[in-house]
C-alpha cells in the first residue's frame, strides 16, 4: 500500500510499529498547533472545562443544585450515532457480512485519511490513554484515543478509566487499541467511523457526539472487542448487568440487551415499588458487558465502562430516580434544554414544562420547533456516583450470570416475557429480536427492524459467524444462563402502554429469577415458556384484567408473519447461517402451524 503523505506509513498509521510512531504519524497527517497528553488529573480536568466555559462549548448549571455540571450543544446535523457513515474494514467483504458497511483497509487510506490531513491545523491534539476494564482486572483492554475535541476528552474521563493507569498497562503489554478521532469540519458528508479489527485501529471524523466519537465505548468495547472476543472465547455484548437480590440476601445477576433507547439504563437502576422493597437491585453496568467462562463453569460478566451515557429524555424521579441522584454533580449533559434557574430540563423530567425554557438550540422554547430537549439528548455521569451501584463493579472477575434477557421496543406482537426452550433457542430468540428504531441512531424513528441480541450496529465481524459464536459458547459453558426475552413496551388499540414498566419491571425479573434458579410455573408455547396463571406476583398492581391478557397473549397470524419476517433476514446469510439456527427458525415455524 502507497504511503499515505510524507512520513506516514500504513503501518505506523495503524498503530503497527507501536505507540509512538502511531502519534508522529497521527500527527504528521493532522498537522496540531499542539499536542497535550492527558493525564487523568482533576487539574487538568478544572483547566479543560474553564477553557470551553470560555469558549461557549460548555454552559455551566447551576452550581448550587447541579455542582461540576455542565451542558454542552452539540451541533445540531450532529446529535446520534450515524450508522450509514460506519464501516467494518475487513480484508473481505464477507468478514464484516451483510449487514455492515464495509470498505477494504485500503480503500479507507485511499478514502478516508485524507480527511484527516492538516485536521488539526490550528488546533490542540490531545492523547488520552484509556483502559476499558477494571485497572486490575486480566481482561482490561486499553487504548489510546486521539481527538481534537475537548468535550470528547471529558467524556471520555468520565466514561473511561484516562490516564497514566491506562499507559502503565499499555507499557506493561505492550497493546493498545489506536483509535484517530478528529472533528474535522462537523459536516456530515464527510463524515466516516472506520473499524479495522485486524489492527484494532479506529478512525472517526466529521462527528463529536456519543458513540461516533467517545472510541472506548461502541468503537472499541463492542465492535472491535466482539471480533477480539471471538477469537478469544469470550463475548462482548450490547447488555446491562445487574443483580436482584431477594428477601433472603440471595443475588441472582442478570444480563440484559435491549437495543439503543430501549430501557438497558432503566432496568438497570430500577427500584421496585413500595409493596416489593424487599427486593434490591444492584446495578453492575447498563449498556456493555463482556462476558467469560469463569472456573466454575458459569458464565462472568464484567462491565468495561467507567460511565453512563444515559438517555435523558424519559428520565425523572418517578422512573428512574437513581439515574437522578446519579447525574446530579459531575456530569455533562448533552442537547438538553435549559431552565431560569439554570438547571437542566427534558421532556418527562416533570410533568409540565417549567416557564421560560431555552431548548437544546439555544432558543426561547417553542414548542413549534419540537421537544425542548433532543429525543437523543444525554447525561454523562461516574458510574462511581449510582446509589445502587454493586459492589462488585470493579470485581475484575466480574458476577456469575444467571439469566440472559433480550428484549425490544414492540408495540404488538412480543409479550411481557417468555422463556426460550433450551440455550440453542435462546440464541435463535436472541438473533430475531426485532425493535422499533429510536432516536438513538439516525433515521426514522418508530421502524421495526431486526436488531439480534441488539448488536445489529455494533457487531465488528459478520453476523453469522456472531451466531456461530453464541452456539459455540453454549456447548462449552458448562452451566449455562438461561434466556429470556422481554417486551415492556406493547401498546394498547389506542396507543397506550398497556405495561407500567419501570420499578414494576421486577415482577418480571422475579419470575425469570425463579425460572433460572430452577423454580417458578410455566406453561409451554409454541414460541417458549410463559408464566404460568398466577406465576407473576401482580399484588397491589393497578391493571385491568384486559391488559394482562393482552399482555401475555401470543396472536398466531402475527407470529407466523414474524417468524416469516425473521426469516427472511436469516436468508441474507446463505450457507453461513449455522445450521443449528437454521433448525431453530424450522422447529419455530412448525410448532406455529
Ligand atoms: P442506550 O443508552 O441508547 O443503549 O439505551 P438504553 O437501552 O439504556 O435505554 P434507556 O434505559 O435509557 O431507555 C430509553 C427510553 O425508554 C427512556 O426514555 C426511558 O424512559 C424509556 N423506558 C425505559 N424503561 C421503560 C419501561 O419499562 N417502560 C416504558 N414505557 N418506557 C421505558
Ligand atoms: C446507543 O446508541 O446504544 C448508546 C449511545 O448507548 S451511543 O454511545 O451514542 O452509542
Ligand atoms: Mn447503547
Redesign the pocket.
Known sequence: MADVSANVTIDSIMGRNGLEKWIDACVQLTKPAKIRWCTGSKEESNEFISEMLASGELVQLNPETYPNCYLHRSNPNDVARTEKVTFICTPTRDGAGPTNNWMSPENAAENVLPLFKNAMNGRTMYIIPYLMGAPDSPFAIAGVEITDSLYVVENMRIMTRIGNTALEHIRRTGKFSPGLHSLGDVNPDKRFIMHFPEDRAVWSIGSGYGGNALLGKKCLALRIGSNIGRNDGWMAEHMLILGMEDPQGNITYMAAA?P????????AMLIPPEIQKNYKIWTVG??IAWMRIGEDGRLWATNPEAGF???A???SYD?NPNAMDTSHSNSIFTNVALTQKNEPWWE?MTPTPPDGLIDWQNRPWNPENGPAAHPNSRFTAPTSQCPNLSPHYNDPKGVPISAIIFGGRRAHVAPLVYQSLSWNHGVYVGASVGSETTA?AEGKVGMVRRDPMAMLPFCGYNMADYFGHWVEMGKNIPNPPKIFHVN??RKSADGK?LWP??GE?IRVLRWIAERANGRGEAVATPIGYMPANGALDLTGLQISDEAMAELTSIHKDEWLAETEDTGVFLNQFGDRLPAEIRAEFAAQKQRLS
Do not use: I
Not at 439503543?260 to 432496568?267: F, H, M, V
Open positions: 435491549f439503543s433507547a430501549c430501557g438497558k439504563t432503566n432496568l447498563d449498556d451515557f444515559g438517555v429524555p424519559g428520565t422512573t418527562g438513538a415492556w413496551f402502554f414498566g419501570f419491571n
